[in-house]
């Protein structure tokens, strides 16, 4: 008795705010009767976040084992059932054709957006199920992408310029070959993706080595906490900063994601300073923000090279925040943003189990964040981003079952 589930939006760009609503429907395309439960639809966000430690104990003898450390957090849970049995029944038959269900959920005010990342996650779905009798329930889950809105006019320090500085001796032990000083500064702190960095570096080499290039990047870190077999996770929404540094029980993660990167090939002789400009654009990519559980934030990092073998980088760093609604600047047009996915590779091979008996699909976890295209009126700032066509796999919103 074939039939087929599918989920639809009424937004198509599946985006949607903290504090709005998700409005769409649940189709059911039946080719003949069959006796059906009910049929349900549910709304779900959840931010996870799981590694393995080596530990080694005493009783072990010595030897290392590795222990799970998990945490979660719910930021939504929702179920409404769009059909259900005549009163008095615990069962009745859907006769043949197609069955339209409205449903509609409320998104709660405060939840962080949607992420990927390679310690953890917070996802958002939608899942249809039929429930049959003494049949396995079919379910069909469709990903969206919950974005709250950043406008960095509401930032404090958006707009203020933001500097740092590094002087390091070069070389090592017998082979000290001087101090090399760095020292970099940003006009503004607050910026979109699509928007150009510009970076004023003013570099004293006072040692006796050369300097050969300087590599200007872009880090997204990202911090992660979890507990130890997953107990005593912070179920009550409380912030990491607020639970106790000394509990045995937590751990936390670090990543750090080079997101763009301009390598600038000088010379810089010994005992000679050098002032120069570089410019980065920032891909589309999530916005900073501090959730239960994960943390986002960028850092601008300029890394100066040194012609000798052992302690021949230095490096200094300024933290930028990226929001989705730019500063206001009469000089500037910032045009109308777009939505573009951002492919990374735990949300591109991500595997998900549609059902008991239903083989292994892989389902399309790519959250879509702001982009600014033609950011300004600079010609060369207005360069399309690299497509990820290559990347992308195609959705799964919707289930066939044949029996």
């Not at 009783?59 to 222990?67: A, C, D, L, P």
């Not at 379910?139 to 500097?163: C, F, H, Q």
């Not at 925040?321 to 735990?346: M, N």
């Amino acid at each position: 008795m074939p039939f087929h589930l599918a989920v639809g939006l009424s937004n198509c760009e599946q985006i949607f705010e903290p504090g709005g609503t998700i409005e769409g429907y649940v189709t059911f395309d039946l080719r003949e009767s069959i006796k059906v439960k009910a049929i349900r639809i549910s709304a779900e966000g959840l931010a996870t976040t799981k590694w393995l430690l080596s530990e080694s104990s005493k009783s072990s003898h010595g030897r290392s084992r590795e222990v799970s450390y998990s945490a979660k957090v719910t930021y939504l849970d929702e179920d409404q059932m769009v059909w259900k049995p005549s009163e008095g029944h615990s069962k009745s038959s859907v006769f043949p054709g197609i069955h339209v269900y409205p449903f509609k959920f409320q998104i709660p005010i405060g939840v962080p957006p949607s992420f990927e990342g390679d310690h953890g996650n917070i996802r958002y779905h939608l899942k249809a199920t039929v429930e049959r009798p003494w049949k396995t329930n079919r379910s069909i889950t469709r990903y969206l992408t919950i974005l709250p809105p950043k406008d960095l006019n509401k930032e404090v320090t958006a707009g203020e310029e933001t500097s740092s500085w590094k002087t390091k001796n070069v070389g090592f032990f017998l082979f000290r070959y001087g101090k090399v000083h760095l020292e970099l500064r940003i006009p503004k702190k607050g910026y979109v993706p699509g928007e150009t960095i510009w970076i004023e570096t003013n570099i004293d080499n006072a040692s006796s080595r050369p300097i050969l290039k300087a590599e200007c990047y872009l880090i997204q870190q990202c911090r992660f906490l979890a507990y130890r077999y997953g107990i005593a996770g912070p179920t009550d929404g409380r912030r990491a900063s607020s639970l106790s540094e000394n509990d045995r029980y937590l751990s936390r993660k670090r990543d750090e994601i080079k997101i763009v990167s301009v390598i600038h090939e000088m010379h810089i002789e010994p005992r000679t300073e050098h002032k120069s400009k570089m410019k980065l654009k920032i891909p589309c990519t999530c916005p900073t923000f501090d959730s239960t559980l994960i943390h986002v934030e960028y850092f601008v990092v300029v890394k100066l090279h040194v012609k000798c073998r052992l302690r021949n980088t230095v490096k200094a760093e300024c933290p930028i925040i990226i929001g989705s609604k730019p500063l206001k600047d009469e000089q500037l047009t910032p045009r109308t943003p777009i939505y573009q996915e951002v492919a990374t590779f735990s949300a591109l091979t991500h595997r998900s189990m549609l059902s008991v008996d239903e083989p292994v699909c892989f389902q399309k976890l790519t959250p879509k964040y702001v982009y600014y295209p033609k950011y300004g009126r600079s010609r060369d700032e207005e360069d399309e981003p690299p497509s990820l066509s290559d990347l992308q796999l195609p959705p799964i919103d919707s289930l066939s079952d044949d029996d």
